[in-house]
């Protein structure tokens, strides 16, 4: 089974703080992804990478970044945590290709305070 | 990007078949039907997938109008289980990203 996991399932940081989200695949996925999920917003796409080194704002990129040194792992990093960024985060990978499918992890839940 | 339209929420008894709904007028040639569902607490999940012809999987059916601006995914059997959020989305060729509109709840009545 194609497992994507994140580090952690609950996060609790503090405003100002740097924070990295970790998210690791297993099947050798070229595209990974980072969304936010949030009640009434929905799924909202903040980076995604094609491969090793290579990355792509998304719709929301503000006040995030991303790193992908390994093809397995893609990091998001909140550069300095503010409360607006208390959510749901969710990573996906998946092959190249328009008709493969996405694989995501369970998700973290990041509170801001 | 092309859009889609689907309705907010659907009730359904248990055992009985669920059609949900999904409409995407703007379709292009190349773009592929894609549905995801995400049930309470976890990540989405990819249910099935079409680009003219009817799909059928061991979760669900997807039936594609001839002119290709709606879709219908069919849970032939809904159990509780089914209970989640479903999205239908449209892939151009490529790395192009999944795009979540907001779904349909779905609720399984026992």
């Known amino acids: 089974d194609v497992k994507v996991t994140q580090s952690s399932r609950y996060l609790v940081k503090r405003t100002g703080e740097k924070v990295f989200l970790e998210c690791v695949q297993d099947m050798d996925h070229e595209n990974m992804f980072w969304y936010r999920q949030d009640p009434g917003l929905g799924l909202r796409l903040i980076y995604f990478?094609?491969?090793?080194?290579?990355?792509e704002k998304g719709d929301i990129p503000e006040g995030y970044s991303v790193s992908r040194e390994k093809k397995e792992r893609f990091s998001l990093i909140l550069e300095s945590a503010s409360t607006n960024q208390t959510s749901m985060y969710l990573c996906a990978s998946r092959l190249t290709g328009h008709i493969t499918e996405a694989f995501f992890g369970q998700g973290t839940r990041l509170t801001v305070v | 990007d092309a859009k889609t339209t689907q309705p907010n929420s659907m009730e359904s008894n248990e055992e009985e078949p669920v059609h949900l709904p999904c409409n995407h007028s703007?379709?292009?040639?190349?773009?592929?039907i894609h549905w995801y569902r995400q049930l309470p607490s976890q990540g989405p999940e990819y249910v099935i997938h079409g680009l003219t012809s009817n799909v059928n999987n061991r979760m669900a059916s997807l039936a594609i109008a001839e002119d290709r601006k709606s879709s219908t995914l069919i849970l032939h059997r809904a159990t509780l289980r089914d209970a989640a959020v479903y999205y239908c989305i449209l892939r151009r060729s490529g790395n192009t990203p999944l795009v979540f509109g907001k779904g349909t709840r779905l609720s399984v009545i026992a």
């Open positions: 990478s094609y491969d090793v080194k290579m990355k």
């Open positions: 703007t379709i292009s040639g190349t773009d592929y």
